[in-house]
């Protein structure tokens, strides 16, 4: 069992950046894909990145491509998320979450194992 705990997001102005942070526990999180994903009130968790297990291969969606980076640290246990160029419309309570298997999945039904939950707020 993996336990995912979320740090980073806060309040920026467009166009700054911020880094979330996901440290996991366990000693298996090498074996986990990831993924981000993100939240607005009356809408449906969408998908942000994705990362394989090795951190080979990499997903995003196509709003976020050329502003978001996803990354993981295997020997930390934690994944980030580093946003640039920051749109208020990127304004969300983020999740990072993981599943294991090798593959990610853009699918958040997919994933058994969820963060907290962060807010980012980008005003304009």
């Known amino acids: 069992q993996v336990q995912l705990v979320q740090s980073g997001g806060g309040l920026v102005q467009a166009g700054g950046s911020l880094r979330l942070s996901c440290a996991a526990s366990g000693r298996t999180f090498s074996t986990y894909s990831l993924g981000w994903f993100r939240q607005t009130p009356g809408k449906e968790r969408e998908f942000v990145a994705g990362?394989?297990?090795?951190?080979?291969?990499?997903s995003y969606a196509d709003s976020v491509q050329g502003r978001f980076s996803i990354s993981r640290d295997n020997a930390k246990n934690t994944a980030y998320l580093q946003m640039n160029s920051l749109k208020a419309e990127d304004t969300a309570v983020y999740f990072c979450?993981?599943?294991?298997?090798?593959?990610?999945?853009?699918?958040?039904?997919?994933?058994?194992?969820w963060g907290q939950g962060t807010q980012v707020t980008v005003s304009s």
């Open positions: 979450a993981a599943k294991p298997s090798r593959a990610y999945s853009r699918n958040p039904s997919h994933f058994d194992y």
């Open positions: 990362i394989t297990s090795t951190g080979g291969s990499l």
